[in-house]
């Protein structure tokens, strides 16, 4: 979320327990949870004051997030990756964590539908999509991965040559915030 986002989730905080709120809170509280996405951010903190009279503090939002993350991948699994990529491990497993980190985020992928919320998938999960979320806690690490993947073609957003890392277009700036742009991961088979 951005600054005006954060300031939304301090706001609706401030509704129910009257704290108050001034720039150096807001610059606190982005520090912290900046990396978060909004509506997560807001459902974790729903679900805090539904369940739980403890102040509440930036590591409880940390910590229902992770839930909600993990809820939605507890009940979703990918498919296998495509077989183009089936002789390119590396991209293989880069594909994987995309789709991983896709179902995290609550968007839509191409694969089995998920189940309802609050069910479980019956029996264990693929071995391949268990083994990948669990390597995947460090989310820069999940990145780094996926941008590796994509420089094995040229990037059609930014020009980024195969080999090269995406850079902000016009600018010699590396892309920060994501891997690769997305219709580079997409040339690469991995989206
Ligand atoms: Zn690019």
Same mark, same amino acid.
């Given at each position: 979320?951005?600054?005006h986002?954060?300031?939304? %989730?301090?706001?609706?905080?401030?509704?129910?327990?009257?704290?108050?709120?001034?720039?150096?809170?807001?610059?606190?509280?982005?520090m912290? %949870?900046?990396? %978060?996405?909004?509506?997560?951010?807001?459902? *974790?903190?729903?679900?805090?004051?539904?369940t739980?009279?403890?102040?509440?503090? @930036?590591?409880?939002? /940390?910590?229902?997030?992770?839930?909600?993350?993990?809820?939605?991948?507890?009940?979703?699994?990918?498919? @296998?990756?495509?077989?183009?990529?089936?002789?390119? +491990?590396?991209? *293989?497993?880069?594909?994987?964590?995309?789709?991983?980190k896709?179902? +995290?985020?609550?968007?839509?992928?191409?694969?089995? @539908?998920? %189940?309802?919320p609050?069910?479980?998938?019956?029996?264990?999960?693929p071995?391949?999509?268990?083994?990948?979320?669990?390597?995947?806690?460090?989310?820069?690490? +999940?990145?780094?991965?996926?941008?590796?993947?994509?420089?094995?073609? +040229?990037?059609?957003?930014?020009?980024?040559?195969?080999?090269?890392?995406? /850079?902000?277009?016009?600018?010699?700036? @590396?892309?920060?915030?994501?891997?690769?742009?997305?219709?580079?991961?997409?040339?690469?088979?991995?989206?």
């Amino acid at each position: 979320m951005d600054k005006h986002q954060t300031i939304d %989730l301090l706001s609706a905080i401030a509704a129910i327990d009257k704290r108050k709120i001034g720039q150096t809170e807001v610059n606190t509280w982005h520090m912290i %949870l900046g990396h %978060l996405d909004l509506d997560d951010a807001l459902q *974790a903190t729903a679900h805090h004051f539904a369940t739980s009279t403890d102040y509440l503090m @930036p590591v409880h939002i /940390v910590t229902g997030v992770k839930r909600i993350r993990a809820d939605r991948l507890d009940r979703s699994i990918t498919a @296998p990756p495509p077989a183009e990529l089936s002789d390119d +491990a590396r991209a *293989a497993q880069a594909w994987l964590q995309q789709q991983i980190k896709k179902i +995290a985020d609550g968007k839509a992928v191409n694969n089995l @539908p998920a %189940l309802p919320p609050g069910e479980r998938r019956p029996g264990p999960p693929p071995t391949e999509f268990e083994r990948t979320r669990d390597a995947m806690d460090d989310d820069d690490g +999940a990145d780094a991965t996926i941008r590796r993947a994509a420089l094995r073609v +040229a990037c059609p957003h930014c020009g980024a040559l195969p080999g090269k890392p995406c /850079v902000l277009s016009g600018t010699t700036t @590396p892309l920060k915030g994501k891997p690769a742009h997305d219709a580079r991961i997409e040339a690469a088979g991995l989206s």
